[in-house]
């Protein structure tokens, strides 16, 4: 067994995402990818999907890594169940981080967390496990971040927020210092949060 080897999780548009920041890390040999039956025999940037979720437990005797590589726009739930299974087949899930993203020494990344391009972690931040923090998003000093929750891409959580669990953060949206956004809620493209957000809440707007 090749501990560099890892599989994904995924064969869609963030799976894309996921082998661009892996290859750039080059801590890992992306071996194959876990798809749909219709999916098997195809290619992904030359990448062969190698099997379905039911042959995880399979693929986990030869492969030792894996990563959930589904994308995750407003609910949580199949990144979380995806996590799980592959947690229960044993095998390890490692904090994949770009290169060309800024992530502070000071700062914890869970894992299965995907820190991808020109994100910015800062000193203090925790980020949980099996995490999205998309391209050129903030994650500033002391922030929280639960397990299983997407930042997408150029969202700003300023000091101090505590995003708790299974949360989707749209693109471009800022949420003000301090604010706690409860577990499993949605904000929307764009807004502007500067209340706590009780759990499952969708909030659009400003």
Do not use: W
Not at 83 to 105: D, E, N, T
Not at 139 to 160: F, K, P, R, S, Y
């Amino acid at each position: 067994m090749n501990e560099s080897e890892i599989i994904l999780i995924g064969a869609g548009g963030h799976a894309k995402s996921c082998i661009d920041v892996i290859e750039s890390e080059g801590r890992f040999q992306i071996a194959g990818i876990v798809g749909l039956d219709s999916e098997i025999g195809s290619e992904l940037f030359g990448y062969r999907v190698i099997g379905v979720d039911e042959d995880l437990p399979k693929l986990a005797r030869s492969f030792p890594n894996a990563l959930v590589a589904v994308g995750q726009i407003k609910t949580s739930d199949l990144r979380e169940k995806l996590y799980l299974r592959i947690a229960s087949c044993g095998f390890h899930q490692p904090a994949i981080i770009s290169p060309k993203a800024y992530v502070s020494k000071r700062s914890t990344i869970g894992d299965g967390t995907i820190v991808m391009h020109n994100a910015v972690v800062n000193a203090g931040a925790r980020i949980g496990e099996n995490c999205i923090i998309n391209s050129g998003s903030i994650i500033e000093h002391d922030v929280t971040v639960g397990n299983n929750c997407h930042v997408a891409t150029g969202a700003v959580l300023n000091g101090g927020v505590r995003l708790n669990e299974g949360c989707f953060i749209g693109s471009g949206s800022v949420v003000r210092e301090n604010i706690e956004i409860g577990d499993k809620s949605v904000i929307g493209m764009g807004t502007v949060v500067r209340h706590n957000q009780p759990t499952c809440s969708i909030f659009v707007g400003n």
